[in-house]
Every structure is written in structure tokens, then in C-alpha cells.
């Protein structure tokens, strides 16, 4: 079974960069047509697409995060990060990193999720 866990800081400060990382064990996120995508709910809003990267490396952003926004991997230790620069308090929200089997346009291609981490930007 897949399992993905986000880890970062909890609090950072405005204009610092958000900086998480998705550890994903039982499953190889190199493995063929496999979409690893970052996902942030902010609080009494919905879920909100960040990006993401493919199993062959490629990557992809949501147009509204592409400046500032940049994800990774590291294949030697199965994780993906994100990387969130010049951060607002309006980028407070509960962080998933989540799969998706083929391509992942709509949320109920995710078939595995992180918990989730809460992120405050505040000064």
C-alpha cells in the first residue's frame, strides 16, 4: 500500500519560502504513469491544485503559483518537495501531497493522499 507523509515547518514567516517534503513509501515515484502532486486547502476554502511532477520528472504548476512555486525529487529517497517563495498570510493552509494514477486532472484520480500539515504564515 501506498503511503505519502508531508514534513516541513509549520510556521514561516512573510516573504520567507515554504519548504515540505512528501515521503512516499510502498510505492516508487518513478514508477510508470504515476503523477505526484502538491495540493493546499486554506482554512473555509477548497481544495486548490499547486502542481505537481510525473514519474518521468516533468513538471507542472498551477498558472495563479508558477512564479514562485517550484517542485522537485529526489529518487534516492522516494520524496518530492515544494518549495513556496515570498509567502502571505494568504498562503496559510493545510498542505497534501497526493497520487494520482495516469494524469491527475480531476480530484478523484487521487488514490492516495498525505495527512496533510498545517502551514501559518505569520509575522
Known amino acids: 500500500q501506498v503511503q505519502l507523509q508531508e514534513s516541513g515547518p509549520g510556521l514561516v514567516k512573510p516573504s520567507q519560502t515554504l519548504s515540505l517534503t512528501c515521503t512516499v513509501s510502498g510505492g516508487s515515484i518513478t514508477t510508470n504513469y504515476y503523477y505526484w502532486s502538491w495540493i493546499r486547502q486554506p482554512p473555509g476554502k477548497g481544495l486548490e491544485w499547486m502542481g505537481g511532477?510525473?514519474?518521468?520528472?516533468?513538471?507542472y504548476y498551477s498558472p495563479s503559483l508558477k512564479s514562485r512555486t517550484s517542485i522537485s525529487r529526489d529518487t534516492s529517497k522516494n520524496q518530492f518537495t515544494l518549495q513556496l517563495s515570498s509567502v502571505t498570510p494568504e498562503d496559510t493552509a493545510v498542505y497534501y501531497c497526493?497520487?494520482?494514477?495516469?494524469?491527475?486532472?480531476?480530484?478523484?484520480?487521487?488514490?492516495?493522499w498525505g495527512q496533510g500539515t498545517q502551514v501559518t504564515v505569520s509575522s
Open positions: 511532477i510525473a514519474y518521468s520528472g516533468s513538471t
Open positions: 497526493a497520487r494520482a494514477e495516469l494524469w491527475g486532472s480531476k480530484w478523484s484520480d487521487y488514490d492516495y
